[in-house]
């Protein structure tokens, strides 16, 4: 009687394809045999391509899942072709440190996926080498951003990135995104046309980010169209942090609502937009005798 292991590669294979995914993972662990072609599959398989298409670290009851970013980092690693299946990237804040009471132990990587991780951080041209060994200390501290970042670099073929909660600390991703910007030809991000980045419109009192990582994003030279809320910023301030004449931008649409900008960096700002098409500013103390916003200094810089 002919066994399932004497079907030809090709029958397997089209049979896995109309399998729940959970039960060709649990067939892979039978065999070398079984495992070989299940990593050949995985990439393929549409209950796979489905879960990758949105990497996003907050379920759709709004539940934030710990660890999230390591596990797909390491999957898509391991599968390479997974890389081109994702198109759009959220991330709801990130995990600081392994020393949280929060978390198992099954949830911290393994020294192999430090490793897995490592290799990659010094085989990027988008991550100086003056600071490859930062971006491997902070991932063994339990970071999450700089593997956020390290995605980035990795999936082709994203479309939109949602980013909630601004943190200061997200050097990491700046260093990616400045370097993306600055290259003659990226490779990474070359698709992204979308950008939101701020806190939840619903929160009654949220944190303002500053318009610094707005403009982050502005400079990636496939961007068209950036959103931005609770995003704030004094003319003092943007001349200490940011360079006086940044990046053009590629911006066709730009929105920013419940926003405390002063007129003067915002009008800068729209100065590298020569397509802007679309713009949209709301104040975030609308009626409240707030002088800070002077519509004289946009009219200027259209």
């Not at 929060?102 to 990027?124: G, H, K, M, V, Y």
């Not at 956020?148 to 991703?173: C, E, Y």
């Not at 979308?194 to 303002?208: W, Y």
Request: aromatic fraction near 8%; include cysteine.
């Amino acid at each position: 009687m002919a066994a399932f292991s004497d079907l030809p590669n090709e029958i397997i294979l089209l049979i896995w394809r109309c399998a729940d995914l959970k039960d060709v993972y649990n067939f892979s662990t039978t065999s070398k045999q079984t495992y070989t072609l299940v990593q050949h599959l995985l990439p393929e398989h549409p209950d796979f391509q489905r879960r990758l298409s949105t990497i996003s670290n907050e379920d759709r009851f709004g539940i934030i899942e710990s660890r999230y970013f390591g596990r797909v980092l390491k999957e898509i690693l391991m599968n390479p072709e997974a890389s081109r299946h994702p198109e759009t990237l959220k991330f709801h804040g990130w995990d600081f440190r392994w020393d949280d009471a929060d978390f198992s132990p099954d949830s911290i990587p393994t020294e192999a996926d430090i490793d897995l991780f490592e290799n990659a951080i010094r085989q990027s041209s988008l991550i100086d080498k003056g600071e490859m060994n930062d971006w491997v200390l902070e991932i063994r501290k339990g970071n999450e951003e700089p593997l956020i970042a390290l995605l980035m670099t990795l999936l082709p073929n994203l479309a939109s990135i949602v980013h909630k909660g601004w943190s200061p600390h997200a050097v990491h991703i700046d260093e990616v995104l400045g370097n993306i910007a600055r290259a003659e030809s990226p490779k990474s991000l070359k698709r992204l046309r979308c950008v939101a980045v701020g806190f939840d419109e619903d929160l009654e009192n949220p944190d303002c980010i500053h318009l610094d990582a707005i403009r982050c994003y502005s400079e990636i030279p496939s961007v068209e169209t950036l959103y931005g809320h609770h995003v704030e910023c004094d003319e003092e301030d943007l001349l200490v942090t940011h360079p006086p004449l940044p990046l053009q931008s590629n911006i066709t649409r730009l929105a920013l609502t419940d926003c405390a900008i002063h007129a003067k960096p915002l009008s800068d700002f729209l100065l590298t937009m020569d397509g802007l098409c679309h713009f949209t500013y709301t104040p975030k103390h609308r009626g409240s005798g707030d002088s800070s916003f002077e519509p004289f200094w946009i009219c200027t810089a259209f």
